[in-house]
């Protein structure tokens, strides 16, 4: 099929489903009665595999799992956690929606963003260690501000303690 | 990680006694509080039996739709001829909620018999509980749970497993769930067909709240006339809620009271008030998608589903936002309606137009620019976006922009006549 | 089979449906367009655009008419205030991003969106002061592009290429106010079918590069015709301005072609504008071929039949109607005859999500038509009876290299070397400027109508070869490709019963409904 062909002259790409990786697809995809519901699980484990998910991942996953490239771009751009680009070492998600922008999340943003040297929400530092955005709720609105720093859901966080938890990850 | 806060004495404890209580979360500390006797009752029963005990109950969907439980259920087939499934909705994501993350956070095997008991009533031999991805605690300790309970082979024939989010709002919204876990984007579908008729993977399937099945255990041991008994208002509503409370509170976190308590004595009382020196100016009672109330609707409310839609809003989820005077009613709605314009699917056009259009007209009310006449525009908007589409969102972005401009539209207005200063850039 | 049927009410119009049926297709027989975009009966229902709400009695909102089952006793009202309100609602949405390209759009004249707006929609905007999303213009494929800007994001595409063409290369990316029709970048909008989803596009935002910029709807003439790329038979619809086709798109049959055609087809018109045709009959004179007038001509060719004997053969082209290759047969009906077509193969390309369509590999639109009148597929042998004939025939067929010892009459559009050598050139009008008919490879009999005039003195082929049989038989001379058609109904019994009118212009396969075979 076109739509699954990869143009002549492409640089060796390295598959992600090989070995133990492939392994636990294997045991993920007998869950469920079709292939294309293995889809979530399968491109969390490209990210963490990988620290991102391209173009050329996504075409991999597609073949795995008998979709279309474009039909799995499609669903990886819906889910904001899946990163269509590399990100930083460090990977920092702050909550603003309304509770926690009650009780000063938008300062606890300016402050990763000083401290991580990451400049702008979005952007990465220049030494490449962080990236800082904001995000809408993360269910832990009794706790603001709640953060997450890769796969650390870190509770409670204020512009003071935020240096010490940079610190933690340096 | 935050920690529970001790019961006041208020509190009608019952889904959040081991809350704080490390050792429950293990099936040996689980099963040492009484845990899982209930599930071996339960596979023991004919399942028309179970479905008939929380009908009776009065147990209704705690996720924010307060669907009759019991009812739900009994749309199921009673014959399967194909395979049933339970969606277990712990995708928790409406702003002010934060109820779900400590059922599995503490009581995370609790959940899974609430969950394994809903599969034996609806004769389904898969779940699928569906946590959303930034719960990366409660998904760890629900991992450990579960393998706890299959290598103890508690559950029969019944298959549990958990299945991870991504970061989408609109999958707590239960078509769109079952969508994602089909491995598609999570855009709801159009009803009919109904899930009871064709759900997930186009099969029979439940889809049921957290808290919701939480509570099923304690039902079937304390009995349906217990559950009914929990009530102090209107008697279409029983049984407890957790209730998150956050915002301008001295002690946020979540409390369980009996249906039909006082949302005044929540506040006051059982979350310590308000900070000091500050006062209540407006509270959204059942997280942000229901109409925000004024500090004189705020204490006259009673939590529960008829007592929230008597004041003109809903229980909804449960997450109590409380805003005091220092708080911008102006900002928090863009705020509000930037999270909707956010979430939008993108499906319908009033909601993907909607959303984004509403949250701008806000922006520039809040960078100075505002014309009178965008208040009238954001009523209409609001208007053309509820009952229309195919899920609630949209309705969900209207809402507090319609009772934000109801109860404190001179904060609008301060706004577009200078009298405040501008707070973001033009 | 079911009798029972559901009434309801539409509009204060009473309608009789099978049940099952959709409230906006029940409208339809109410006489009602209920606006919408993401519909299409060709689609599954998506019911994502909003713009088909109406007002159905004991419903507390608003109901989407095309996910809407009719049910007995209904009572709708399309035109009730609130649901104009609502539809009003969804059309400002729409435009609050759109850009206002009309004056540059393609699709203008025939955009479903100008359309709603000018029944339905605001006066004037109301989101004057934002900035409208942007994106650039891609390049999908072979004759795709995406012009995002215009995109209401009906998703007719997605689903045009997941559900029917069962290749999903088009996705919706991103979400909210942000998302945008999508491809992966190491794919291309190549499926054989995909063209289709820039008919099915409501708006300017698919666009076929191959019309781009080529006339403004309203310049265009309509005519109803047959597509000649194969044997599929898909009906079509040909566009001109000033008497060149500049476009194609399916006109819908659903015994046929639904509401599809293939991109082989599509692109299968330029032959019809070609310049270099033979403007004049010619004779030969003096070993010369010399223009000159029909009467000479045809005089000459009833010559060379009344002299000849023994064996004829006819040469035809596959795109010869049914009735020019009827009279072709006819004409020399006294000789031992032979008659064959040249039938090109290709590749075969179905369109998976529907039954019994594809891109045939026999590319001729009326191989079956001719097989039915005697001719054979067999080019080897009917070149072989041609080289021992006393008379060949040539019918539009520039491609054979016909070499006989006899005469050689040839009536086409373009004149090729190797007719050269004929004693008589007629001049014929193409399949787009004459009436006539092909029969499919499903022996479906189908009509197809004139479209442009013929250049120069060329004529039908119908003309031409009735007026030789007329006079060489003595019978009626046909005034019509109809009468022709109702003489070769008569004489053959597959086509028993049929004539224009019945065939109408969605045709028929025989009077009794059975496929028709040679």
Wanted: hydrophobic share 40%; proline share 6%; aromatic share 8%.
């Amino acid at each position: 099929m076109s739509a699954t062909h990869l143009p002549a002259g492409t640089e060796a790409y390295e598959p992600v489903f090989v070995g133990r990786t492939l392994e636990e697809l294997q045991k993920v995809l007998a869950r469920y009665p079709t292939k294309q519901a293995a889809l979530l699980p399968a491109l969390w484990l490209v990210q963490r595999e990988r620290g991102w998910i391209s173009d050329r991942n996504m075409a991999e996953v597609a073949e795995v799992l008998s979709l279309t490239p474009a039909y799995v771009k499609g669903v990886v751009t819906f889910y904001t956690m899946y990163h269509q680009h590399p990100v930083g070492k460090h990977f920092v998600q702050v909550c603003t929606t309304s509770p926690c922008n009650l009780c000063g999340a938008e300062d606890v943003v300016r402050a990763f963003l000083k401290t991580t040297g990451a400049g702008e929400p979005g952007a990465t530092s220049p030494d490449g260690s962080w990236t800082v955005i904001e995000v809408e709720c993360l269910g832990a609105c009794g706790f603001a501000t709640p953060v997450l720093v890769d796969e650390d859901f870190i509770e409670s966080v204020t512009p003071e303690k935020v240096p010490e938890i940079v610190r933690k990850y340096r | 990680m935050g920690f529970p806060h001790k019961p006041h004495p208020k509190e009608t404890v019952v889904l959040s006694k081991y809350f704080g209580d490390a050792e429950a979360r293990s099936l040996k500390g689980w099963k040492k509080r009484g845990g899982y006797e209930m599930l071996e009752k339960a596979l023991a029963m004919d399942p028309n039996a179970v479905t008939e005990e929380v009908k009776a109950s009065g147990l209704r969907g705690r996720g924010g739709a307060g669907f009759p439980t019991g009812l739900k259920w009994s749309f199921m087939p009673k014959e399967p001829k194909k395979p049933h499934y339970l969606c277990v909705n712990a995708d928790e994501s409406e702003p002010g909620t934060f109820k779900d993350r400590e059922i599995m956070r503490w009581t995370p095997h609790g959940l899974l018999e609430g969950s394994v008991i809903a599969a034996h009533a609806i004769r389904a031999k898969t779940v699928y509980v569906y946590i959303r991805g930034e719960f990366t605690e409660p998904w760890t300790i629900m991992e450990q749970a579960l393998a706890e309970a299959n290598g103890a082979k508690l559950f029969g024939d019944i298959k549990v497993y958990l299945h991870r989010g991504a970061g989408a709002y609109i999958c707590g919204e239960e078509t769109a769930l079952m969508n994602s876990i089909e491995g598609k984007r999570g855009n709801p579908r159009i009803k009919p067909p109904f899930p009871a008729a064709a759900g997930v993977f186009g099969m029979p399937t439940t889809i049921n709240n957290v808290e919701t099945l939480a509570a099923v255990p304690h039902i079937l041991k304390n009995g349906a006339e217990w559950y009914k008994k929990l009530c102090l208002s209107n008697p279409k509503s029983t049984g407890t809620k957790l209730l998150s409370i956050c915002g301008h509170i001295a002690q946020p976190g979540n409390y369980e009271v009996t249906m039909g308590f006082p949302l005044k004595d929540l506040l006051y009382e059982c979350a310590g008030g308000m900070r000091p020196g500050r006062t209540l100016k407006a509270c959204i009672p059942g997280g942000s998608s229901v109409p925000m109330l004024n500090r004189e609707e705020t204490e006259s409310t009673l939590l529960d589903y008829e007592g929230c839609v008597e004041r003109g809003t809903m229980l909804g989820s449960g997450g109590v936002i409380v805003f005091d005077d220092t708080a911008d009613m102006v900002y928090q709605t863009m705020r509000l309606a930037r999270f909707y314009a956010h979430e939008s699917c993108a499906q319908c056009t009033q909601c993907r137009e909607g959303t984004a259009w509403t949250t701008k007209i806000l922006e520039r009310i809040l960078a100075g620019q505002g014309k009178m006449s965008d208040l009238d525009l954001l009523l209409e908007l609001a208007d053309n976006m509820t009952g229309k589409t195919i899920c609630v969102l949209s309705d969900s972005c209207a809402a507090p922009v319609v009772s934000a401009l109801k109860r404190f539209r001179s904060e609008f207005e301060d706004y577009i006549a200078g009298r405040r200063k501008p707070v973001l850039a033009a | 089979m079911t009798d029972v049927m559901i009434s309801l009410t539409i509009d204060d119009t009473s309608v009789s449906v099978p049940p099952g049926t959709l409230l906006i297709e029940a409208a339809k027989q109410a006489g009602v367009l209920v606006p919408h975009y993401c519909y299409h009966p060709g689609l599954p229902v998506a019911g994502v655009c909003r713009m088909c709400l109406v007002h159905v009695e004991k419903q507390p909102k608003l109901a989407i008419a095309c996910a809407t089952q009719v049910t007995d006793g209904m009572v709708v009202h399309t035109q009730a205030k609130e649901a104009k309100v609502a539809r009003q609602s969804v059309l400002e949405f729409l435009l609050i991003n759109h850009p206002l390209d009309c004056p540059i759009c393609d699709q203008a004249g025939e955009c479903e969106l100008q359309d709603f707006v000018f029944q339905e929609g605001r006066a004037a905007t109301r989101y004057t002061e934002y900035a409208k999303r942007f994106n650039p213009v891609e390049d999908f494929g072979p004759d795709v592009l995406y012009v995002p800007n215009r995109c209401i994001l009906c998703t007719r595409c997605v689903r045009f290429m997941e559900d029917v063409a069962k290749e999903p290369v088009l996705n919706v990316s991103e979400r909210g106010d942000r998302a945008f029709i999508g491809i992966h970048p190491e794919a291309r909008l190549d499926h054989p079918w995909a063209g289709n989803v820039v008919d099915l596009c409501p708006v300017g935002s698919l666009l076929s590069k191959d019309f781009l910029h080529k006339a403004r709807a309203w310049e265009l003439d309509k005519s109803p015709s047959v597509c000649t790329g194969c044997s599929q038979g898909c009906n079509v619809t040909l566009d001109l301005r000033d008497n060149t086709v500049v476009r194609v798109r399916p006109r819908p049959n659903l015994e046929v072609n639904r509401y599809f055609i293939c991109d082989h087809g599509r692109a299968n018109y330029r032959w019809m504008n070609r310049g270099d045709r033979i403007e004049a009959p010619l004779v030969r004179m003096n070993g010369e071929l010399v223009a000159t007038d029909w009467d000479t001509a045809l005089d000459r060719v009833r010559a060379l039949v009344r002299g000849a004997g023994g064996r004829a053969a006819t040469l035809a082209s596959p795109r010869a109607s049914t009735e020019a290759l009827y009279l072709a047969r006819r004409l020399l009906s006294r000789f031992d005859w032979t008659g064959g077509v040249q039938v090109v193969m290709g590749e075969e390309a179905p369109l998976a999500g529907v039954p019994n369509l594809a891109l045939r590999a026999e590319r001729a639109p009326n191989g079956t038509g001719a097989a039915l009148l005697g001719y054979t597929h067999d080019t080897a042998a009917a070149l072989k009876a041609a080289a021992a004939a006393a008379l060949v025939l040539v019918l539009d067929e520039a491609d054979v290299a016909v070499e006989t010892k006899g005469a050689l009459i040839y009536a086409g559009t373009v004149l090729p070397a190797q007719a050269r050598g004929a004693e008589v050139v007629l001049p014929l009008a193409n399949t787009a400027e004459e009436d006539g008919t092909f029969v499919n490879r499903d022996g479906r009999v189908q009509r197809y109508v004139q479209a442009k005039p013929t250049p120069g003195m060329a004529r039908p082929a119908w003309w031409a070869l009735g007026e030789l049989v007329a006079e060489l038989e003595g019978t009626p001379h046909p005034g019509s490709a109809s009468d022709v058609f109702d003489a070769l109904a008569a004489s053959t019994e597959a086509l028993a019963g049929l004539s224009y009118d019945r065939l109408g212009l969605l045709g028929r396969t025989t009077s009794s409904g059975a496929a028709v075979t040679a």
